[in-house]
């Protein structure tokens, strides 16, 4: 999907705290400071409650340009309201979103020329029509995006392309959602649990066309995911968030490192999560 620039610019708002600042009630999460490198992302103190719910609590990172960024948190942390955020689908109740600025500066923005692809959680295709008849319509939507032959090369939907999406499997409308998210060359790709209910080996196909978006670094990409292999296999840098908070940042092995006495990621989950056991599927 596109973001209009104008939902890019309602989800900007002007932080009330000014410039990010080492904030002695919430430090920043450990393993790296806040990022001041041109950024794809930056949240800048973020709260988001709905009604009573806390979803996030003072979440500030940022997303260098190029980097392949893995969101994990056990569920209800707050991976996606974060990613819906970044698609300008929610607004912050306080702090900002800001989407490729140049240094940490807060405040006003103009709307960004960004162009963002995302596959969420709950892509729903209308059954009756086939992969093909969507390829086509996203590519009249796109126009001097990547062609719908390249795309069904790329991504392997040769042998149901023509197929009616109502007969599909799960793993079929999980890649043509993939093909969907880079229809209009997006700089930066959100992907909400891309991988959600594949098999083991479907997921690492999977992982290949996640690279493939990727592009070497050529686009930025923010995935969310409950497998670990997962993060270990893709990530360049880790979003680690418990409760509405982040709980780390940094790469694979500085998150590591942040968990005391932790020998690997998923024990560094287990411990800064607080849970003490890896619930779900993110062994
Ligand atoms: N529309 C909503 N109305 C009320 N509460 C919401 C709404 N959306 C999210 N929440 C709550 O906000 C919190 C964060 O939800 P969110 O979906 O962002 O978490 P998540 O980390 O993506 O979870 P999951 O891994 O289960 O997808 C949860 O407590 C959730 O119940």
Not at 231 to 249: H, K
């Amino acid at each position: 999907m596109t973001v209009e620039p104008q939902a890019i610019a309602d989800a900007v708002r002007p932080s009330p705290r000014g410039p990010v600042q080492p904030d002695r009630r919430n430090p920043a999460p450990r393993g790296r400071a806040v990022s001041a490198s041109p950024a794809a992302v930056q949240f800048l103190h973020v709260v988001k409650r709905y009604g009573t719910t806390m979803a996030l609590d003072d979440v500030s990172f940022a997303v260098p340009r190029g980097e392949m960024a893995a969101l994990v948190g056990p569920n209800g942390a707050g991976k996606t309201s974060i990613l819906e955020m970044i698609m300008g689908l929610r607004r912050p109740d306080a702090g900002s979103v800001l989407l490729d600025r140049r240094g940490g500066r807060a405040g006003p923005t103009a709307p960004t020329a960004l162009r963002i692809g995302a596959q969420l959680q709950d892509s729903r295709f209308y059954g009756q029509m086939t992969p093909h008849d969507y390829l086509r319509l996203f590519a009249r939507l796109e126009p001097g995006g990547i062609s719908p032959e390249s795309l069904i090369a790329d991504f392997g939907l040769d042998a149901f392309v023509d197929r009616r999406i109502a007969g599909l499997s799960g793993g079929q409308r999980q890649r043509l959602a993939l093909a969907l998210s880079v229809i209009n060359d997006p700089d930066l790709v959100i992907l909400d649990e891309p991988t959600v209910g594949l098999d083991p080996i479907a997921r690492q196909d999977f992982w290949a066309l996640i690279r493939r978006l990727h592009d070497g670094g050529r686009r930025t990409l923010l995935f969310s995911t409950h497998y670990m292999e997962e993060v270990r296999s893709l990530a360049t840098s880790v979003l680690m968030l418990s409760r509405g908070r982040l709980v780390a940042t940094g790469s694979v092995d500085a998150v590591v490192a942040t968990a005391r006495g932790a020998a690997s990621l998923d024990e560094a989950y287990a411990t800064l999560v607080g849970q003490g056991t890896i619930t779900g599927a993110a062994a």
